[in-house]
Structures are given as structure tokens and as C-alpha cells.
């Protein structure tokens, strides 16, 4: 399986709203991460989970938490969002790797969820 | 922060004909990758090439990487409509671990 799922595939919310995104994999990937993207624009990374410790948090903001249940799973969890924080969300996983220079950052991406916040 | 440019940010060519995008980065650099993206879907992998290789293939894809002046080019021959898509470089800028920063991207669209 060599496919990262992420659920749901659209999500209207209101700013008072609290949700949730998941994202999924079975390739043994210990390494996953989120990313925002926004019309026409690279992606950009927000968060990165190692061996379901939280890695990196490139300063986004508290409204987004990032959740690793299990090796697996990756969660964002949404609450008081703005309007401005409607993009596409993705989700990715790579292996972690050995050693610099190895291939661990080749990441397999997930189709997105299409946030809208209104 | 964005840590790669990439040029043309358009390009347009008929089925069959060559594509060459490029992507210049700042700092330095373990690997370099790119990934292609339809439009509003998730990105797909095309190819890694790292710091110290200068040319990498993969099917109708070529890859080179010049560090001494901080760019990297994608070159895709004989193309064909079902390469539209945006297509980004993306570096680990040079440390060593998860950061991936992406270039702004080049939009190919190949008309059949």
C-alpha cells in the first residue's frame, strides 16, 4: 500500500467551529507532515512529526494542533479558524532515515482536504 | 520563506516538443527533488537528485544540478498533454533533516 488517505475530502466551517483533518498511511513511515498551500502557491510546511514526536512547528499559529496518535495517524485539529486560513491541506509521510543525504526526504503526498472557512 | 525560484513560472508547448524548467535555491543543499502536481491534488514524486551527483534520469525526465551556482533543471522530453500540471523543485536547505521548502513553481501546459 503505497498510499497516503486524507479525510475529509472538502470542509466548510464557521470561525466558532472546532474540526478535525486526518491523514493516513500503511508504508511504515515514521516521518509525516502537514502542509498549507494556497491558490497557485508552493506548499508550505507546518508542522513534522519523527517517530510521533513532534519535529517541527514552522510558528503556526495555536488555532492548528497537530495530533500523532499512532505511527499511522496525523491529525489537525482546527478551532477558530479565519478566513484567510481556507487553502488545501496536505499531508505527507516519508522515512525518516539513517543518515544526511540518504533518501529520506522523498514524501508521499496525500490528495488534500479543501478547506473553506467562512 | 521560500528557498527555491523557479523560471519560467509558465510555459506552454505543443504535444511532442521538450520542456525545461529551473529552479535556483539559496543555501546549501543535501538533495534537491522534484514533484508535480495536478491541479488541486496532492503532489507526486518525480525524482531526487543529490548535492554531490550532477545529472540524474528517469524515463522521459532528465535532472541536473549545478551547486556551485545554486540551480537545478527539470527537462522533460517528447511531452505530452498528461504532463500538464505544476511541477515544483524542493530542497532540505541543508539541514540535514525534515524542512522541505518548495520553489513558487512552473505551470506546463502542453497542448495536444
Known amino acids: 500500500d503505497t498510499e497516503v488517505t486524507q479525510t475529509p475530502k472538502h470542509l466548510v466551517m464557521g470561525m466558532t467551529n472546532k474540526k478535525s483533518l486526518k491523514c493516513e498511511q500503511h508504508m511504515g513511515h515514521r516521518a509525516m507532515y502537514w502542509y498549507k498551500q494556497k491558490a497557485k502557491k508552493p506548499p508550505e510546511l507546518m508542522f513534522v512529526y519523527s517517530y510521533e514526536k513532534l519535529s517541527i512547528n514552522e510558528s503556526v499559529p495555536s488555532r492548528f494542533s497537530p495530533e500523532c496518535p499512532n505511527s499511522s495517524l496525523l491529525n489537525l485539529h482546527l478551532h477558530a479558524l479565519q478566513p484567510e486560513d481556507s487553502a488545501l491541506y496536505l499531508c505527507a509521510s516519508s522515512h525518516p532515515g539513517l543518515a544526511r543525504g540518504s533518501s529520506y526526504n522523498e514524501q508521499f503526498f496525500g490528495p488534500g482536504t479543501r478547506l473553506t472557512v467562512l | ?112
Open chain 2, 1 to 112: 520563506s521560500q528557498q527555491g525560484e523557479e523560471d519560467p513560472q509558465a510555459l506552454s508547448i505543443q504535444e511532442g516538443e521538450n520542456a525545461t524548467m529551473n529552479c535556483s535555491y539559496k543555501t546549501s543543499i543535501n538533495n534537491l527533488q522534484w514533484y508535480r502536481q495536478n491541479s488541486g491534488r496532492g503532489l507526486v514524486h518525480l525524482i531526487l537528485i543529490r548535492s554531490n551527483e550532477r545529472e540524474k534520469h528517469s524515463g522521459r525526465l532528465r535532472v541536473t544540478l549545478d551547486t556551485s551556482k545554486k540551480s537545478s533543471s527539470l527537462l522533460i522530453t517528447a511531452s505530452r498533454a498528461a504532463d500538464t500540471a505544476s511541477y515544483f523543485c524542493a530542497t532540505d536547505a541543508g539541514t540535514g533533516g525534515f524542512k522541505t521548502i518548495f520553489g513558487a513553481g512552473t505551470r506546463l501546459f502542453v497542448k495536444a
